[in-house]
C-alpha cells in the first residue's frame, strides 16, 4: 500500500535551515508529482511546494518563494524540502503528499491523493 | 489569485442527518480542478472528492461532490459518527497553483 512517511522536523531559530525528508513506499515514485503542504498549529491548510514527476518542473507558493527548495531523489524513492532563512510563520506540521500521476486524467491529476502523518517543524529563539 | 470561501464555519448536525457544506471561489474554477479533504483532528488529510464530483478510492457513496464555476458542494447524505472532522476544498490555479478553502468544521450536535 502507498506510504509516506516524513522526517527531519524540530526546532530551529528564526534564519536557521532545517531539510525535510519524505519517504515513498508502495507505487511507482519517479512516476507521481509530489507535494508538501503545511498546517500551522490551530489553523487551516496551507500548500507549500510541488515537484512534476519527472522534476522538470517545480513551484512554490508566494510564502516560501526564495528560501526553501522541494527536491526529489527518484532511486531513493525520496521527496525533499530545504527550508533557509526561516521564520516564526513556519511553523507548522509539514506533510509530504502524492500528486497527480504521468498517466493522470482529468481531476486526479490536480489533486493530493496520499498523505504522509506529517513533521511538525518549530521556529523559535 | 483565486480565494476559496468554505461555509459555514461550522456545522452543528447529528448522526444519521444530511450535511451540505459549501465552496465558493472568487473566480470561475474549473471542475476539474476542484477537490476536497477531510481532517480528522491529529491525523492527516484524506481525499474524498476530486474533479468536483469523483469519489476517491475507498470513499463511501454516502459523500457526494457537485457544482460548477465558482459554486461547490460536498454532501454527505447521513452522517456517521466518523464523519465529524474539519473538510477543506482545494483548488488548482496558477498562482498560487494550489489553494485551500479555510475549512468547515462539522460537529456533533
Redesign the interface.
Known amino acids: 500500500q502507498v506510504q509516506l512517511v516524513e522526517s527531519g522536523g524540530g526546532v530551529a531559530q528564526p534564519g536557521r535551515s532545517l531539510r525535510l525528508s519524505c519517504a515513498a513506499s508502495g507505487f511507482t515514485f519517479s512516476s507521481y508529482g509530489m507535494h508538501w503542504v503545511r498546517q500551522a498549529p490551530g489553523k487551516g491548510l496551507e500548500w507549500v511546494a510541488v515537484t512534476w514527476y519527472d522534476g522538470s518542473s517545480k513551484y512554490y507558493a508566494d510564502s516560501v518563494r526564495g528560501r526553501f527548495t522541494i527536491s526529489r531523489d527518484d532511486s531513493k524513492n525520496t521527496l525533499s524540502l530545504q527550508m533557509n532563512s526561516l521564520r516564526d510563520e513556519d511553523t507548522a506540521v509539514y506533510y509530504c503528499a502524492r500528486g497527480g500521476g504521468v498517466y493522470c486524467t482529468g481531476g486526479s491529476c490536480y489533486s493530493l491523493d496520499y498523505w504522509g502523518q506529517g513533521t511538525l517543524v518549530t521556529v523559535s529563539s | 489569485e483565486i480565494l476559496l470561501t468554505q461555509s459555514p464555519g461550522t456545522l452543528s448536525l447529528s448522526p444519521g442527518e444530511r450535511a451540505t457544506l459549501s465552496c465558493r471561489a472568487s473566480q470561475s474554477v474549473a ?5 476536497w ?1 477531510q ?1 480528522i483532528p491529529g ?5 474524498l472528492i ?3 464530483s ?1 469519489r ?2 475507498g470513499i463511501p457513496d454516502r459523500f457526494s461532490g457537485s457544482g460548477s464555476g465558482t459554486d461547490f458542494t460536498l454532501t454527505i447524505s447521513r452522517l456517521e459518527p466518523e464523519d465529524f472532522a474539519v473538510y ?1 476544498c ?1 483548488q ?1 490555479g496558477t ?9 468547515t468544521k462539522l460537529d456533533i450536535k
Do not use: C, D, K, V
Open positions: 471542475g476539474s480542478y476542484l477537490a479533504y481532517q491525523q492527516a488529510p484524506r481525499l476530486y474533479g468536483a469523483s476517491a478510492t477543506y482545494q488548482y498562482s498560487p497553483m494550489y489553494t485551500f478553502g479555510q475549512g
